[in-house]
């Protein structure tokens, strides 16, 4: 148990559904991840939230829409989606001092995503 | 952007030390180096982490030569739980589009 939790855990939509991935940080954390697993890809890092503002979006198609309301939650909203989308959706948090160093990312167990 | 690379998979055996290095010839003057581990259906979790020389904690060692364009992570006598890939990051936390875990090794312990 890491103090981020991720739901549901596993999830199988069609192309033309709209769903949310939801995760949830026990930690008091400031800094939320939304990253994508694949088989055959390294772990890629798709959005990053830092005192609730979004501070990274790696290119991420606007398919995938991600909320932050607060410093606990993160959501990722999904919309007409691909086959190519069924991955790992994995969900991570840490502590960012301000000006400081590298802090530990504490990841939640993912949510498996298939796309039909 | 400093992106990583290590080997794809290794094996040992039980009691053995493993050694993963990883290689990150782009490293920035701001970037440390964090190894994490990740079992199937599970996310990574933290190992180590370290800028320069070396660190020791109570489940592994790093090792950062001078030029830090490479790192080596030891793990004192493996067991079978230690089966899992072994990802290398080198990123710095005030610039977070620098982050890459890249493919990670695959380590096998056998009996």
């Known amino acids: 148990e890491t103090g981020v939790t991720q739901t549901p855990r596993h999830l199988v939509m069609g192309m033309t559904n709209k769903k949310s991935l939801k995760c949830e940080q026990h930690?008091?954390?400031?800094?939320m991840y939304w990253y994508k697993q694949s088989a055959k890809k390294p772990l890629e890092l798709m959005f990053v939230?830092?005192?609730?503002?979004?501070?990274e979006n790696n290119s991420v198609p606007s398919r995938f829409s991600p909320e932050c309301p607060n410093s606990s939650h993160l959501f990722l909203h999904l919309h007409t989606l691909q086959p190519e989308d069924s991955a790992l959706y994995l969900c991570?948090?840490?502590?960012?001092?301000?000006?400081?160093?590298?802090?530990?990312?504490?990841f939640g167990p993912g949510t498996r995503l298939t796309v039909l | 952007l400093a992106k990583t690379t290590q080997p794809i998979s290794m094996d040992s055996y039980e009691g053995q030390e493993v050694n993963i290095t990883c290689s990150h010839n782009?490293?920035?003057?701001?970037?440390?180096i964090t190894w994490y581990q990740q079992f199937p259906s599970q996310g990574p979790r933290f190992i180590i982490q370290?800028?320069?020389t070396k660190v020791t904690n109570e489940v592994a060692s790093l090792f950062i030569p001078a030029d830090r364009k490479s790192s080596t992570l030891s793990l004192p006598r493996v067991s079978l739980s230690d089966t899992a890939v072994y990802y290398c990051?080198?990123?710095?936390?005030?610039?977070?589009?620098?982050?890459?875990f890249g493919s990670g090794t695959k380590l096998n312990v056998k009996p």
């Open positions: 930690l008091g954390h400031n800094a």
């Open positions: 990051l080198v990123g710095d936390m005030r610039n977070f589009n620098k982050f890459y």
């Open positions: 991570a948090s840490s502590q960012t001092p301000s000006g400081g160093t590298y802090n530990e990312q504490f």
């Open positions: 782009n490293i920035a003057t701001n970037d440390y």
């Open positions: 370290g800028y320069k």
């Open positions: 939230y830092s005192l609730e503002e979004r501070v």
